[in-house]
C-alpha cells in the first residue's frame, strides 16, 4: 500500500527534527526592527511568542552563532493556525493544479478509509487526506471518485477551518508520497548546536552577559518560521565559557533529548542547582 506522510507540524518538534536546520541563514547586512508589518498585510512574525529557541552554529567559523525564536506552528495558535492554513491551502491548490479535485469524506481508519485507500493506490492518483469532525476525513483526489468539486479553493479552506484542533484529537493531515511536501532545507553552511526553553528576551540579556555580543538580524534574511534572528558571538567550544553559556540557556542537544516534566527534553548541561534563567515553556 502506498505510504502515507505526514504534512502537518503540530509543534516545533515536529518542524525540528533530527538534523534539520530552520533556515535563517544569510549574512547580515543591516539592522531592522523585527515584525513590522507589511502594506495591508498582517504581522506574521512578531505576535507567535510560544515557539522555543535555536542556537546555530557557523560551519566556517565556530566563534560565529545565530539565535532563533521560532514559530510554534501549533494548529491551536492564534498566529501559527491561520498561517499553517494558509500555506496548507497554496500547498494543496499548487499540488492540484489543472487537474480537476474529487472529494469524498469517509470514517477514518475503518474498513471505509481502507477500501478507498487501496482504490487509489490501484488507480495511481495523488491525493491529500485532511481530519474531519466527528472522525470522518475528507480525501481530495485526482482519481474520478466521490463528487468533483467547482471550487476548490473555498473548499480546501473549509476543510481546513473544520479540522478539529481539540488536543485529544491528535490526527494530522497526510497526502500520497507523490506529494509529500519537501519543507525547508538548509543551505549546508550551519549546524544546530542546540535548542533552549527560554523566553527570547532571557536568552538576549543572557547572551550580552556573556559577552555574545548578539546582533539583529535583518526580516528580509529570516525564513518563514523564524520570529526573529540574532548574530551571537560564541565562546570557543569545549570550553568552560561555552559550557556555562550552555547551563545559562538551559540548551538541549539533538543527541541527548531525555524527556523532562512536562515531556520536554532536559538541558545538556545540568548545573547543580536550579539556574536563575532556566524557565518553562508555555506550551
Known amino acids: 500500500m502506498q505510504k502515507l506522510q505526514d504534512e502537518s507540524a503540530q509543534s516545533n518538534d515536529d518542524v525540528l527534527g533530527h538534523g534539520?536546520?530552520?533556515?535563517?541563514?544569510?549574512?547580515?547586512?543591516?539592522?531592522?526592527?523585527?515584525?513590522?508589518?507589511?502594506?495591508g498585510g498582517h504581522d506574521q512574525r512578531a505576535e507567535c511568542t510560544r515557539g522555543i529557541g535555536s542556537l546555530l552554529g557557523d560551519r566556517s567559523d565556530e566563534r560565529h552563532g545565530r539565535d532563533l525564536q521560532l514559530r510554534c506552528k501549533r494548529k491551536n495558535c492564534e498566529v501559527c493556525g491561520p498561517l499553517n492554513k494558509a500555506r496548507k491551502t497554496a500547498h494543496i491548490l499548487s499540488d492540484f493544479g489543472v487537474s480537476t479535485m474529487h472529494s469524498i469524506e469517509v470514517e477514518d481508519g475503518g474498513k471505509e478509509w481502507e477500501a478507498l485507500s487501496k482504490r487509489l493506490v490501484r488507480s495511481g492518483a495523488d491525493y491529500h487526506r485532511i481530519p474531519a469532525p466527528n472522525h470522518k476525513i475528507v480525501v481530495m483526489t485526482t482519481a474520478d471518485i466521490g463528487e468533483a468539486v467547482p471550487d476548490p479553493e473555498s473548499f480546501v479552506h473549509e476543510a481546513?477551518?473544520?479540522?478539529?484542533?481539540?488536543?485529544?484529537?491528535?490526527?494530522?493531515?497526510?497526502?500520497?508520497?507523490?506529494?509529500?511536501?519537501?519543507?525547508?532545507?538548509?543551505?549546508?553552511?550551519?549546524?544546530?548546536?542546540?535548542?533552549?526553553p527560554l523566553p527570547q528576551a532571557t536568552r538576549l540579556r543572557i547572551y550580552a552577559e556573556e559577552g555574545c555580543d548578539p546582533v539583529e538580524v535583518s526580516e528580509d534574511d529570516l525564513g518563514p518560521d523564524v520570529v526573529a534572528a540574532h548574530d551571537v558571538s560564541?565562546?570557543?567550544?569545549?570550553?568552560?565559557?561555552?559550557?556555562?553559556?550552555?547551563?545559562r540557556l538551559s540548551l538541549t542537544t539533538d543527541d541527548q533529548r531525555p524527556l523532562g516534566p512536562g515531556g520536554w527534553p532536559q538541558p545538556h548541561h545540568r548545573p547543580s542547582g536550579r539556574s536563575e534563567d532556566q524557565g518553562g515553556f508555555k506550551g
Open 160 to 196: 481546513l477551518e473544520a479540522q478539529p484542533c481539540d488536543s485529544n484529537d491528535t490526527r494530522r493531515a497526510t497526502s500520497s508520497s507523490n506529494w509529500k511536501g519537501a519543507g525547508n532545507r538548509s543551505n549546508g553552511r550551519w549546524k544546530r548546536l542546540g535548542t533552549s
Open 20 to 39: 534539520h536546520v530552520p533556515i535563517a541563514l544569510s549574512s547580515i547586512d543591516r539592522k531592522r526592527t523585527i515584525g513590522t508589518a507589511p502594506p
Open 234 to 247: 560564541l565562546p570557543p567550544h569545549d570550553t568552560a565559557e561555552m559550557d556555562r553559556l550552555s547551563d
